[in-house]
């Protein structure tokens, strides 16, 4: 893809940009227990979050023995109906659940209508292809890059013609459904969003998704975006969201804030999303190789609140609708609410 054509696709997103760009904080799974991210979920709504989202994983990015970070593997979905019943008006949903193989794309659809029948309005999904640290351990093959969009666009297809009220007969290489439906009627058919690092990925999300989840970097966004709107076009369909989303550590310094979120150093090594990297110990030693000046360029760590809005500006500036803030920072999350609630948000909504 050109870089004419990835400038014209943040201006088209600019252009459809609305005056109230939303902000979802994401939650890690990987790092806090159950309980805990409940209490960080009530504390992002109380700091005025428009949404909360989590990860989806089995596995951390880190080996949490021999002294490192300690790590969890709640279940988002579970975990999802007790931050509906501890909220009262956010968003919900993953961000993102994989459809490669850990999860059917029949029960994904009837997890995200349930959770739709409970919070009216506020339930979504982010889906995107995975990574081997949580379907390997699951029994999976790890494949190609190839085969893992293949297999998220055939369960894609299922889980949107599901909760189109269709009743569903599939034949595809990799996922089958027969005579599927959902018997449960929701008065709003709830959104889901595509993860996309790549064109091919956000293409198929042009195609079937109601909008393109990318991480907020330079120079990976303005091509999925670009691509996520000729994917839509060439479906003849009406683009949705563009979602772009980022880490983010908080502390009392900057040091602080850097030495409570380095264990996700790994989320920045591009094989961990496309090889058969699924031993933590593995994924972390591949992260200790990103140095810190390069993780705190694609990441929010800082204690400097006009830190954070200013590099929240330069994503809302590449058209995005929407803004994901993950909270990496292990040693006091709270520090994020309590900033954002008190500096960032406002002045951002300023």
């Not at 870089?3 to 904080?25: C, H, I, K, N, T």
């Not at 369960?155 to 599927?180: H, K, N, P, S």
């Amino acid at each position: 893809m050109g870089l004419l054509e990835s400038v014209r696709g943040v201006m088209w997103a600019r252009r459809r940009q609305p005056d109230d760009v939303a902000y979802l904080a994401a939650l890690a799974h990987e790092r806090f227990t159950p309980r805990e991210l409940v209490v960080q979920a009530v504390a992002a709504e109380g700091a005025g979050f428009d949404g909360v989202c989590c990860s989806d994983h089995l596995a951390p990015w880190w080996e949490p023995e021999d002294g490192g970070p300690p790590a969890a593997c709640g279940n988002s979905w579970v975990w999802l109906g007790a931050v509906g019943m501890a909220t009262s008006q956010v968003a919900l949903g993953t961000s993102v659940t994989a459809l490669v193989h850990r999860y059917n794309p029949v029960v994904v659809a009837q997890q995200l209508a349930t959770l739709e029948d409970l919070f009216p309005g506020r339930a979504f999904l982010g889906v995107g292809t995975g990574e081997a640290m949580n379907e390997v351990p699951a029994g999976m093959r790890w494949p190609s890059t190839g085969e893992q969009l293949a297999r998220t666009e055939e369960a894609l297809t299922i889980v949107t013609r599901l909760l189109d009220g269709e009743t569903v007969d599939f034949e595809g290489r990799y996922f089958r459904a027969e005579g599927a439906r959902l018997f449960l009627t929701t008065e709003r058919r709830p959104p889901v969003y595509m993860s996309a690092f790549h064109a091919g990925a956000a293409e198929v999300a042009g195609r079937l998704a109601d909008g393109v989840i990318c991480l907020g970097d330079p120079k990976i966004a303005p091509g999925v975006i670009a691509a996520y709107r000729r994917g839509a076009e060439a479906a003849g369909r009406e683009p949705g969201e563009i979602i772009l989303q980022t880490l983010a550590s908080f502390g009392e310094s900057d040091e602080r804030a850097l030495a409570a979120s380095r264990e996700w150093k790994g989320t920045l090594v591009d094989a961990t999303y496309t090889d058969d990297l699924h031993d933590p110990a593995e994924i972390g030693a591949a992260g200790e190789d990103v140095s810190d000046a390069t993780f705190t360029s694609k990441a929010i760590i800082s204690a400097d609140p006009d830190v954070h809005v200013k590099k929240l500006k330069l994503l809302r500036e590449m058209g995005a609708t929407a803004i994901v803030v993950m909270n990496v920072a292990g040693e006091d999350p709270d520090w994020l609410y309590r900033a954002y609630g008190a500096r960032v948000l406002p002045e951002l909504r300023g």
